[in-house]
């Protein structure tokens, strides 16, 4: 073999190694900051409101891609590069959940350790909890505003009663706040949220 060929293919595999080693230290680096609890809420959402919750948020993803320290930058690129419905949905989702363990125990950090640590959380996440977890958990841990956080707090702060009282209109309007609790409260954004609600509302 030709010595120049032996040094392109030496350089390409030193190339590649310090790529790895350099995504594989980003991933570390935001893992060092997870919270101590990284495990899925343990909250069971009803048939009802996971069918309501799949309709509106999920876009019709039911499984979230399993991700490593490498193959996370791949999605992210495919994510931002080009739109396929169900994998953007499914990586939305990722991103939610990751969003959910960092408010757990919100630490100051750099913006490079927040952003590391949503990536960890994302890979982490992706290969330790089912796609139920992922929605379980974002249904019970999620804010709805109001200071409600959970679907079942969320239903006494805007209807006064437990989330078993409600009908699934009711319910389906909660669904509908996790988009954005502000820019779609049914009191001072009336017809935002009344424009979103209808557009599920006629799939029940």
């Known amino acids: 073999m030709d010595a ?8 390409m595999l030193l190339l590649a190694t310090l790529i790895f080693g350099l995504l594989w230290g980003i991933y570390a680096y ?18 009802q409101i996971q069918r309501q919750y799949l309709m509106v948020e999920a876009g019709g993803a ?19 590069g080009s739109y396929d ?12 959940a990751s969003r959910i363990l960092q408010m757990r125990e919100p630490i100051n950090s750099s913006a490079a350790q927040h952003h ?21 958990t974002l249904i019970g841990e999620s804010s709805y505003g109001r200071g409600a956080e959970g679907i079942e707090s969320a239903s006494v702060a805007y209807f006064g009663v437990p989330l078993d009282q409600l009908r699934p209109e009711e319910t389906l309007a909660l669904i509908v706040l996790l988009r954005g609790p502000r820019y779609y409260d049914p009191i001072c954004k009336h017809d935002r949220f009344a424009a979103r609600y209808s557009a599920y509302a006629a799939k029940l």
């Open 85 to 96: 419905a169900k994998h953007h949905h499914s990586f939305q989702l990722l991103g939610q």
């Open 30 to 47: 935001g893992a060092s900051s997870f919270p101590a609890n990284i495990e899925p809420n343990t909250y069971q959402a009803s048939a």
């Open 116 to 136: 590391a640590n949503s990536i960890a959380s994302a890979v982490s996440i992706s290969r330790n909890w089912s796609f139920s977890d992922v929605v379980n």
């Open 4 to 11: 120049w060929l032996k040094w392109m293919i030496g350089a």
């Open 62 to 80: 039911r499984e979230i891609p399993k991700l490593n320290p490498v193959t996370v930058w791949w999605h992210l690129y495919r994510d931002s």
